[in-house]
């Protein structure tokens, strides 16, 4: 890469540093920390939020896949973008109604148990450690394509900037991180998007025409099946998409930055609109890549794909395109972690740490140390998993994160909310079911075991699907029904409180 590239990436480390000192400056709290202290407008946000979505699986692992598998790459597009309609119609109101910083603050708002709590922390810890997996990969290939350096190298960079941005400025730096990269993302999207469909005369038609005969697939590049020969597989994929955003902790996390259930609503519109535009031009950085680029050169700069939209930049802009492409790449990758790093720490600082080991007696200080030092630890972890992870598609990885978060944190959401007989023995049952059948399958999947050695062993699957949400979901929702038909008689005056407050934000029934 050029002295331009360089700047680039230059420029967007010095601009979110910057952005992390000044926010540093206003996180002196807990609830700064944690939430910006809830001063972000629905505007501000929605932006945050896209930004916190699109990340680089969205950018590139859905460009790489629908270059190299065509239809079944835009699956995820599909999934990710109805997924927020859940979000909008079931979670967002109740959520903000009834949380405070995390997740668990939402389902002890009927359930003050420790162990609810516990579940609920680690839950979120294991889901926010696969996502970081699949943005530290990502951010592995873009970096060792660009630079020349060791896969290593460059994913021990981009843990200790996504640290620093955590340690220092907490969620204030994290949102506006993220702000900045959506809108730069969005930019770059649709100068690539509109150089391809100059390259096709503008003419949606002719760029169909076209791709059919640019990969080895032929015509059976624009139908199901390239990839997902097993329909349930398909179908697993989808639940896993749709319903596991509902379930994201970073994502989650979000609504508590503003100052009312109004304020999240209007959020997750704007949101919705800034995902909606993005993933219908993934279609043409996907078919753009196919048809300017081919599979070939996508595979051995990267075997997942993952590279197809820098690549893709090269072909239509130049060395110039592609610089600007990756660094908002880069600064995807960066703001995706920094929200994720802050989600588990949170989970750890202020449930395990705060509410479970203190019991709710920790000071404000006590809880902002917690929460740097737990950063630093998840930081760690994911730096060193994702080091052994770099053959898999990004895309693919994160599936699996929305499947643990669908089959774990769904079911107890949903529950908390509606169901009247829900109580702690169904809420537990359903996050450790949820979480256990998932990772269990996950290990026993194609994606870890292959006769040839091209997943992580060598060997036979013994679960034949690659995403095991079609049966892992079903399992935490029949977990919570079952556990509240065998435990203590749920509490039916606090359901009726958690009901007016879930509706209204109301303290008190």
Same mark, same amino acid.
């Given at each position: ?6 700047? #680039? #990436?230059?420029?967007?480390? +010095? ?53 190299? *598998?065509?239809?079944?790459? $835009? ?24 949380? =405070? ?9 009927? *359930? ?89 005369? $503008? ?17 059976? !590049? ?31 996390? =979000?609504? #508590? ?6 304020? &999240? ?82 989970? $750890? ?22 929460? =740097? !030092? ?23 990885? +994160? ?19 509606? !169901?009247?007989? $829900? ?6 049952? &359903? ?61 039916? =005056?606090? !359901? &009726?409180?958690?009901? +007016? ?9």
């Amino acid at each position: 890469m050029g002295a331009i590239g360089i700047l #680039f #990436f230059v420029a967007i480390v +010095v601009l979110t540093l910057i952005v992390t000192y000044i926010a540093s400056k206003r996180t002196n709290s807990a609830s700064e920390f944690y939430t910006a202290g809830g001063g972000l407008t629905g505007w501000q946000n929605g932006i945050a939020i896209a930004g916190d979505y699109l990340s680089a699986a969205s950018f590139l692992g859905i460009a790489g896949a629908i270059a190299l *598998f065509g239809f079944d790459g $835009f699956f995820y597009s599909i999934g990710y973008l109805v997924a927020y309609l859940v979000v909008l119609y079931i979670v967002a109101e109740p959520l903000r109604n009834l949380g =405070r910083y995390t997740l668990a603050d939402m389902i002890t708002a009927r *359930f003050n148990q420790k162990k609810v709590r516990g579940t609920a922390a680690i839950s979120t810890i294991v889901i926010v450690l696969f996502y970081m997996i699949a943005q530290l990969v990502g951010a592995g290939a873009l970096i060792q394509l660009l630079l020349g350096i060791d896969y290593w190298i460059a994913v021990l960079l981009v843990g200790v900037m996504m640290t620093i941005y955590v340690l220092w400025g907490g969620m204030a730096a994290t949102s506006w991180v993220q702000i900045i990269k959506a809108v730069l993302l969005m930019i770059g999207t649709v100068i690539i998007s509109f150089l391809v469909l100059l390259k096709f005369h $503008f003419n949606i038609l002719e760029m169909f025409q076209t791709v059919k005969t640019s990969t080895s697939h032929g015509e059976a !590049y624009l139908n199901a099946g390239v990839k997902y020969t097993n329909g349930f597989d398909t179908l697993s994929v989808m639940i896993a998409l749709v319903l596991g955003t509902a379930g994201l902790p970073h994502i989650l996390m =979000r609504f #508590f930055t503003v100052k009312d259930a109004k304020t &999240a609503r209007s959020s997750v519109v704007s949101a919705t609109w800034i995902v909606g535009i993005f993933y219908v031009l993934t279609i043409f950085l996907g078919f753009g890549a196919a048809a300017f680029v081919g599979s070939e050169k996508i595979i051995s700069a990267n075997a997942a794909g993952n590279m197809a939209a820098p690549l893709l930049a090269q072909a239509l802009g130049g060395d110039l395109l592609m610089s600007f492409v990756c660094a908002v790449a880069f600064a995807t990758i960066l703001a995706v972690v920094a929200g994720l790093v802050l989600s588990g720490a949170s989970a $750890f600082a202020h449930d395990i740490y705060g509410q479970i080991i203190r019991k709710g007696k920790a000071t404000e200080k006590e809880q902002m140390k917690a929460a =740097r !030092y737990a950063s630093i630890g998840v930081a760690l972890i994911s730096i060193l998993l994702a080091l052994g992870a770099q053959t898999l598609n990004v895309a693919f990885l +994160v599936s699996l994160a929305f499947c643990i978060a669908a089959s774990a944190n769904l079911p107890v959401i949903i529950y908390t909310i509606y !169901y009247k007989k $829900f109580n702690t023995t169904g809420a537990v049952s &359903a996050m450790v079911t949820g979480l256990v059948v998932a990772l269990i399958l996950v290990a026993l999947s194609p994606n870890i075991w292959s006769p040839e050695g091209t997943a992580i062993l060598k060997g036979t699957a013994l679960f034949p699907l690659t995403n095991p949400a079609i049966i892992s979901v079903p399992c935490g929702f029949l977990a919570g029904w079952i556990g509240s038909l065998v435990g203590q008689k749920s509490d039916v =005056r606090k !359901y &009726a409180e958690v009901t +007016v407050k879930a509706n209204t934000g109301l303290k008190n029934s």
